[in-house]
């Protein structure tokens, strides 16, 4: 492709509207009993990168529309295109999706989008994920990517949770690290813990972050993704730690609920 | 668009009569004051704080906290929706607005037609001046009576509430007049460059 043939076409796809169109459920998987995984087709969905989002749109029978965003937990090589959603007590949008829509349902969404937290095989260097609660669902894009595409560099996630079944994709976690010995994964149970735990019991703090993220001459990158008060104190902490501000990608949620 | 498709079960929880007409398509009403940046929260203290206006290298004006404090102070009370879809009604900001900036540069009016907001942190976002001028924007310092917290963009932030709030930069430092419009941070990575929540104006092409 020549220079001149290519400006039109960069030009063309800079503004090439997200439109919204028809995703419909192929699957549903029960994740944590509040938190369920959404499989869908998307007939035109044209590829995204790992950490970006889409927006869905719902349509009442009176025409009433909401919308809201939601991360996408697929990697790029999957067809299909998976959401996973907590449900938020007195949300408008979250109980539906995760409590009344059945397999074959339609509802519209637009995407991907987000262009800043976004992480692929290609930035090379250490990968370093921190999550609280649902924030694991754009990072685990990230980490099926790299499973995927067969790649060794060394990752750390670490994982806080409120009890152990309330740690989303548990099991598929478990076993990407038996089989990734360059993968290392620290979850913390900050309110209940089973019986014999030996994990960490307490809020995501300094020591934590000291001892399970990479150091800052490593240059990890570093994204962090959760509840508004664990981001703000998790980045904190690492700018903290020596960490380059400019290292570190965060998405916060909350409190608005969804 | 195709056919419409409709949620069988799906009902509006949320909204009533009363913001019909104050919430711009595709929003809801939130209570909360929701937090949303890309990176860290830049730590600035007040008395390190300074705000200029630039262009073409040179500064128009140049404030540091306290002679930023002696300028025109303004209350707005107004509106604000977010592009991650929530809007919250009547907060009530405090602060300097651009019209009393260009004054107190002795500016009569903005001398091109675009700006550029720099922030701590490395953010930035471009606006038409034409949307600044007239009450419309102003440098807040305080809200609801409060100096801004950190997180929600202190010790300043821009507002620009008739846009979607990334345009109300946090953390703002400088606005540098320019001749011609730019992308910021955001407007870099996919989202519109003007931002009008009426035409509902969130992404590239919208």
């Given at each position: 492709m020549t220079a001149t043939d290519a400006t039109p076409a960069t030009a063309a796809s800079e503004r090439r509207k997200v439109e919204w169109q028809p995703a419909q459920v192929r699957k549903i998987l029960a994740e944590t009993p509040s938190v369920k995984s959404l499989v869908l087709h998307v007939a035109d969905w044209q590829g995204h990168l790992p950490g970006q989002h889409v927006d869905i749109r719902l349509t009442a029978e009176d025409g009433y529309q909401a919308q809201r965003s939601?991360?996408?937990a697929s990697p790029p090589e999957e067809e299909l295109v998976t959401l996973t959603v907590e449900r938020v007590e007195d949300g408008e949008v979250s109980p539906y999706l995760v409590d009344e829509l059945r397999l074959g349902d339609t509802f519209e969404l637009r995407g991907p989008i987000g262009g800043y937290f976004v992480w692929t095989i290609a930035t090379?260097?250490?990968?370093?994920?921190?999550?609280?609660g649902s924030g694991v669902v754009p990072l685990m894009a990230m980490l099926r990517h790299r499973c995927k595409r067969g790649y060794r560099g060394p990752v750390s996630l670490l994982y806080s949770s409120r009890s152990l079944d309330e740690v989303i994709y548990r099991e598929e976690i478990e076993a990407m690290a038996k089989r990734a010995p360059e993968l290392r994964v620290v979850n913390t149970l900050t309110r209940k813990q089973p019986p014999g735990w030996s994990g960490y019991s307490r809020r995501i703090d300094r020591s934590m972050l000291g001892s399970t993220c990479f150091?800052?001459?490593e240059k990890p990158a570093i994204f962090v993704c959760g509840p508004t008060s664990l981001v703000e104190n998790v980045a904190k902490t690492l700018v903290e730690l020596g960490h380059?501000?400019?290292t570190i990608k965060t998405e916060r949620f909350g409190p608005s609920g969804g | 668009m195709s056919?419409?498709?409709v949620s069988r079960g799906f009902t509006s929880r949320r909204q009533g009569q009363t913001v019909k007409g104050r919430l711009p398509p595709g929003q809801y009403v939130t209570s909360g004051f929701p937090i949303l940046s890309a990176g860290p929260t830049p730590q600035t203290k007040a008395e390190d704080w300074t705000f200029g206006l630039e262009l073409k290298g040179s500064m128009l004006g140049e404030w540091n906290f306290a002679e930023f404090a002696a300028l025109p102070q303004t209350t707005l009370t107004t509106d604000i929706h977010c592009v991650t879809k929530w809007s919250k009604f009547d907060t009530a900001w405090r602060g300097v607005t651009f019209d009393d900036l260009l004054k107190a540069a002795g500016?009569?009016?903005a001398p091109t037609p675009y700006v550029m907001a720099h922030c701590d942190g490395g953010y930035t976002t471009n606006l038409p001046t034409e949307d600044l001028v007239d009450g419309q924007a102003m440098i807040a310092t305080l809200y609801d009576g409060s100096p801004i917290l950190p997180a929600h963009g202190g010790p300043a932030r821009l507002l620009v509430p008739h846009l979607y709030f990334?345009?109300?930069?946090k953390w703002v430092r400088s606005l540098s007049f320019m001749e011609h419009d730019e992308p910021g941070f955001w407007e870099q990575l996919g989202y519109h460059?003007?931002?009008?929540?009426?035409?509902?104006?969130?992404?590239d092409g919208d």
């Open positions: 939601y991360s996408i090379r260097g250490p990968l370093c994920l921190v999550a609280g150091p800052p001459q380059n501000p400019l | 056919e419409r498709i500016l009569e009016e990334w345009k109300s930069a460059n003007y931002g009008d929540p009426w035409k509902e104006q969130r992404y």
